[in-house]
């Protein structure tokens, strides 16, 4: 249990960014955020979404991208959110901003994960996106992951 109780110490304290999602106008159902949290040597993500679209495929692609801002056009409501934010040239799926992909149960999801692909002041201003499709892990550059339908921009949180 002991490292059950450093997880739920991480969770009780302070956050150092978050990214409040909300979806393009064609799902403007989703809603949520997106908390991070540094640790030492990590970082602990942690994600709560609703309004996701229901369908059998329940996974949706999750990615932190280069951009600093949620517009665009008519075509892709979040265009300026960029490409996947990649600061070591990596092929994808090894992307820094490269995220396991959320889960949907009944339009909603919940997803807590550790990385050390980033530190949380390196994706200061950047945009978390969820996409319309699952992420195959292998399409280059961005895994076949379909439209851009949710973004947030990550804010640092002042203690």
Known sequence: MKNCSTIYNVLNGNPNAVAVICGS?????IKGKVIFYQLCDS???CAEIEGLPKRSNPFFAFHIHEGTRCSG????PFADAGSHYDPNSRPHPCHAGDMPPLFSAKGKAILIFLTDKFRVTEIFGKAVIIHSMPDNFTTQPSGNAGEKIAC???KHICK
């Open 25 to 29: 106008n064609k799902y403007s159902d």
């Open 43 to 45: 970082v602990m993500v």
């Open 73 to 76: 056009n008519q075509s892709d």
């Open 152 to 154: 947030g921009i990550v």
